[in-house]
């Protein structure tokens, strides 16, 4: 009795003690505080409000999380977890271990700071006694990162002061979630959520005992080691009575040494979209997309499937573009094959490789926009040797044959390279490329010459991206547009003509005529679609790109395939690469679809089932013998003309003739007319190549030749013909 007397007395002496050294001790630190205003403390709903993740998020146009992008590489947050999303088993091991009187104390624990004076005046270091409210209000001071915290009475006064002013404006659950989401865990961990989720594995509502003690043993000590986190976690577990399996709890703090790796498994359907959109440092944590979440896993499925079946031919790489033709949405973007690829990083849409023959709808149209072509027009594929600086270009067909003369409506469906060369000889080099870049395609930086005739046949590198948004163009008329993957729903930007409707239409009628292009696919391929489509495709050299884009009335998909790598397939083609891929999305996009063909624009009309623009169409009157067909006899395409510099220039005249019994003919030279072709025509040479045709009244060619005039010195006029 006598004991348990002389045990009261000198605990009241002790806490007598205490709080007259936390009056000495405050009065020395007072007079510093005399007249400083209270501390600005943010609310709850503005602490809560300016939490940022570590982690951005890409939505989908309908809201839907499909990708998750790590863009704060100093700390890892996740969202912010409210209280009732948290278990009740974590919330009273961390009151038990950081708070035990936290529902009761006004945000000071007096009880606690007065043990903690105690052992300060008996030499130990100021610590302890700080309670969740202390730390909360210590967590939010606007602190660099790193800046160190020194202990002392003045520091332990104004979190006192701050965690009043918390304590008056916030409610304890409010403390308690700010707490819990503010507080770092361990290393990097900052929070409930990243702690749970990197340690465990879980979302935070799912820790159990074991695991919940492991992590309120981290709050107070985030670098222990095993052994110590087990022992404390048994030690916090012994107050709380709880009983929780020990080897559950040595398991949990092993777990708790290795907290990297272990996130469960974000959302990653568009990671190549995301590295675009979710970019480190712009502030965007969470974006609304244009994208279509089960388009884009439709379209990633069917192309990992493409690639698995063509895998043994040396195909590890794919990509798929998706757009709408009217708004220029975006609603798939696929930029690789995932753990298939053979550089998962590499963005295959905005990567540029070698297009092969999937530009030559642009070449045509625009031949029949300068109206040097009609689909009805005749083209050679024949054998050709065309003079370049290295020596002959000589353009041979994907199957090594000729189909002689040919429309040009064939010419392209068919997919045929010659036709496509001497088309590109009638329009131009220069204009060619030039018209490409109008379409977007940045990549053509050096001069026509550079690519020479091969930029019919694709000589030039492009990018998926450019590719579809210039096909989108046939789709609309011939309007350029950009393409867009952010504001789904928004009107559409104002457009700019790049072709004329006209030219756009009679293009879009060749790429969808299963029957003209039967000569090189067959009338059965995967470009055969059950709804209206128009489309092509293109093998770059050396089978190193497949390339297959098209269109419908409402979609344009275009898909990449072949290496990242560059190093080039086995066997593989368009029709039989990208194609089956393409196929499958168009026919899931228009699905159900009963849309027919566009309507023809106004100036264009039909005539022996071929489209013609108005005034241009063949005379349908009956001819009692069929007139042979006009042709250009001299110079012979491919000529070679060295000028002799000795001989008087108005004797070294070069002679235009033709044959064929129309008067009307004329002679267009590079472009311009310069004479009637009823009689030949002496025409005075200068050095350069040169197109000429012979075409009829209304401008239509006939027939094309090419040739080059040399002004090297030479002893004699020399005429050397293929």
């Excluded at 029709?575 to 159900?592: K, R």
């Excluded at 001989?647 to 004479?675: C, H, K, Y």
């Amino acid at each position: 009795m006598r004991r348990a007397s002389l045990a009261r007395a000198a605990l009241a002496i002790g806490i007598g003690a205490a709080f007259a050294a936390i009056a000495v001790a405050a009065s020395g630190v007072l007079w510093l505080e005399i007249g400083a205003p209270d501390p600005p403390i943010p609310t709850y709903a503005a602490a809560r409000g300016a939490w940022r993740p570590s982690d951005a998020r890409l939505l989908d146009r309908h809201g839907e999380v499909i990708q998750e992008r790590r863009i704060d590489a100093s700390r890892r947050r996740l969202d912010w977890m409210p209280l009732d999303r948290i278990s009740p088993a974590l919330l009273s091991a961390v009151i038990a271990s950081e708070d035990r009187r936290f529902f009761e104390h006004g945000g000071v624990d007096f009880r606690a700071l007065a043990g903690a004076v105690v052992r300060t005046t008996g030499g130990a270091p100021l610590r302890g006694a700080s309670t969740i409210t202390m730390q909360v209000a210590t967590l939010l001071e606007d602190v660099p990162a790193g800046t160190p915290r020194p202990r002392s009475l003045s520091r332990k006064w104004r979190q006192m002061r701050r965690a009043w002013t918390i304590e008056r404006g916030w409610t304890k659950r409010e403390i308690l979630e700010a707490y819990l989401n503010l507080a770092t865990f361990r290393g990097e961990l900052e929070g409930v959520a990243a702690a749970s989720g990197s340690i465990f594995g879980k979302a935070p509502h799912g820790l159990l005992d074991a695991e919940s003690l492991v992590l309120a043993v981290l709050l107070r000590a985030p670098g222990a080691g095993r052994a110590a986190i087990t022992r404390r976690a048994e030690i916090l577990d012994d107050a709380l009575g709880h009983g929780t399996d020990r080897a559950a709890i040595a398991e949990a703090a092993a777990r708790a040494l290795d907290a990297s790796g272990r996130m469960p498994a974000r959302v990653a359907l568009a990671p190549h979209a995301a590295a675009i959109l979710l970019r480190p440092g712009s502030g965007a944590i969470r974006v609304r997309s244009t994208l279509d979440a089960d388009l884009q896993r439709f379209a990633s499925e069917t192309l990992r499937r493409q690639l698995l079946t063509v895998g043994d031919r040396h195909v590890r790489d794919g990509a798929v573009l998706v757009v709408e033709n009217r708004t220029g949405d975006v609603l798939a973007y696929v930029g690789g094959s995932g753990s298939l690829s053979s550089a998962r990083q590499v963005d295959g849409i905005r990567a540029r490789r070698q297009a092969g023959s999937a530009l030559k709808p642009f070449l045509y149209g625009l031949a029949f926009e300068r109206r040097i072509l009609t689909p009805a027009s005749i083209l050679e594929d024949s054998p050709l040797d065309v003079p370049v600086a290295g020596g002959l270009y000589r353009p041979r067909n994907y199957d090594e044959t000729f189909l002689g003369p040919v429309s040009a409506r064939t010419a392209l469906a068919s997919s045929l390279n010659v036709p496509a060369v001497r088309t590109l000889e009638l329009v131009g080099e220069e204009s060619f490329a030039r018209r490409l870049r109008d379409l977007g395609f940045g990549g053509l930086t050096e001069a026509a010459d550079f690519y020479g005739p091969a930029l019919a046949l694709g000589s030039a590198d492009v990018s998926l991206w450019e590719m579809v948004n210039a096909y989108r163009t046939l789709a609309e008329g011939g309007l350029w547009r950009p393409l867009r993957m952010t504001g789904p729903g928004a009107a559409p930007p104002a457009g700019r003509r790049v072709f004329p409707e006209e030219a756009a239409f009679r293009v879009s009628s060749i790429l969808s005529d299963r029957e003209s292009r039967s000569a090189t696919f067959g009338l059965e391929s995967p470009l055969a679609t059950r709804a209206w489509t128009a489309v092509k495709t293109g093998t770059s050299k050396a089978m190193r790109d497949n390339w297959c884009v098209g269109y419908s009335r409402r979609y344009t998909v275009g898909v990449w395939v072949g290496n990242f790598s560059g190093e080039p397939m086995r066997d593989v083609s368009g029709v039989t690469g990208a194609a089956p891929v393409w196929s499958e999305i168009m026919e899931q996009l228009e699905a159900g679809s009963s849309g027919g063909p566009p309507d023809p624009p106004a100036g264009v009309v039909s005539a022996g089932n071929e489209w013609f623009l108005r005034g241009t169409e063949p005379d349908a009157s009956p001819h009692p013998f069929a007139a042979p067909m006009p042709a250009i006899v001299s110079p012979a395409s491919g000529s070679i003309i060295a000028l002799d510099p000795d001989i008087p220039p108005q004797r070294q005249r070069l002679v235009f003739e033709a044959e064929g019994n129309d008067s009307t003919m004329r002679w267009v030279l590079d472009g311009r007319p310069i004479a009637r072709a009823r009689a030949p025509f002496a025409w005075a040479p200068r050095p350069g190549k040169h197109t000429v045709s012979l075409v009829d009244r209304s401008r239509r060619p006939l027939d094309m030749v090419t040739f080059e005039v040399r002004g090297e010195r030479s002893r004699t006029s020399v005429t050397v013909s293929r």
